[in-house]
């Protein structure tokens, strides 16, 4: 895949179609913004996305993935047109050739759907190595967050953030990244059904707040299959441990200590079934120190 060659395929048949960057936005239910990204190669479309991308601008998604305008071979017809010079020579092969003839279109039908079903499968795959990132390539994944957030506004930024501490639990993943200034997010990441070495994001926090008031619990999954994070950073010293609730069970997590790269942080993930959907977690959780005194919020 080349990001670059895909975003001069979407530039060019937009201009072709005479549509500007917003009315294609607006088409995709995505912002203006996103568009920009891919025609200039800094992103690519995500799964969801490139169905919708490629019918909007007249390709197939093999295209879209490949960066260019792919051209069919026409087998049947090609074969059929070699059978019928050979009946107008030889009258006497004439059943043979319409035999021939048969057989060579059904064989070409045959791979055309071969063909077809593959390069479907291709792009399939395609897409989901294009919006995933392997989870030992930190930059990939620091890179990758700041792009999920790009949309809604970033306090941090993007060019300097980094990976600063992660957590995995099954196929989950979650990270906190902050950037050159000590602007913090979060994201939460699911492992790619493809790509059992690559992850894909699924949800996260643009902006985590610093001490207390910024510790938060909270689900990126449904009720059935929740993926619960619980995330902060910069607390206080004396913090040890914090409480939140689950219908009528209580959870508990260590607050992580204050280190060379980090301050003291949370970075937790629980993977459940809710118990009260209606009344599905406390998004504050309750904060103690080592003697299990409550610490109370600013």
């Not at 936005?25 to 490629?54: C, I, N, Q, Y």
């Not at 989950?172 to 902050?178: H, Q, T």
């Not at 939140?244 to 993977?271: F, H, K, M, R």
Request: hydrophobic share 40%; charged share 30%.
């Amino acid at each position: 895949m080349d990001a670059k060659a895909t975003g001069e395929l979407i530039a060019a048949r937009r201009r072709d179609l005479a549509l500007s960057q917003a009315e294609l936005a607006e088409r995709l239910h995505v912002t203006d913004k996103a568009v920009s990204r891919w025609e200039t190669g800094r992103g690519m479309p995500g799964l969801d996305s490139l169905e919708p991308l490629a019918e909007a601008l007249g390709l197939s998604v093999s295209e879209l993935l490949s960066g260019k305008e792919l051209t069919r071979e026409e087998l049947p017809k090609a074969a059929g047109g070699q059978i019928m010079e050979s009946m107008k020579r030889e009258h006497t092969w004439k059943r043979l050739a319409w035999l021939a003839m048969a057989a060579v279109t059904a064989l070409a039908v045959w791979g055309a759907g071969v063909s077809l079903r593959t390069q479907r499968e291709q792009a399939e795959r395609d897409a989901h190595y294009a919006s995933s990132a392997h989870f030992e390539d930190e930059e990939a994944l620091a890179r990758m967050s700041a792009e999920y957030f790009e949309d809604r506004s970033p306090r941090f930024d993007a060019e300097t953030l980094t990976v600063r501490e992660r957590t995995e639990l099954g196929d989950c993943l979650a990270l906190l990244c902050a950037d050159r200034r000590g602007e913090w997010c979060m994201t939460v990441w699911r492992r790619d059904a493809l790509f059992p070495d690559r992850y894909r994001p699924i949800g996260g926090r643009v902006r985590v707040e610093p001490g207390i008031d910024g510790l938060m619990v909270w689900n990126f999954g449904d009720a059935e299959n929740a993926v619960v994070a619980a995330s902060g950073v910069e607390l206080p010293e004396e913090a040890w441990q914090y409480e939140w609730l689950n219908g009528g069970t209580i959870y508990t997590g260590i607050v992580s200590p204050a280190c060379q790269e980090t301050p003291s942080y949370v970075l937790d993930l629980y993977l459940m079934t809710l118990e009260d959907s209606g009344n599905p977690i406390s998004p504050r959780p309750s904060l103690y120190d080592d003697y299990g005194n409550y610490i109370y919020r600013d």
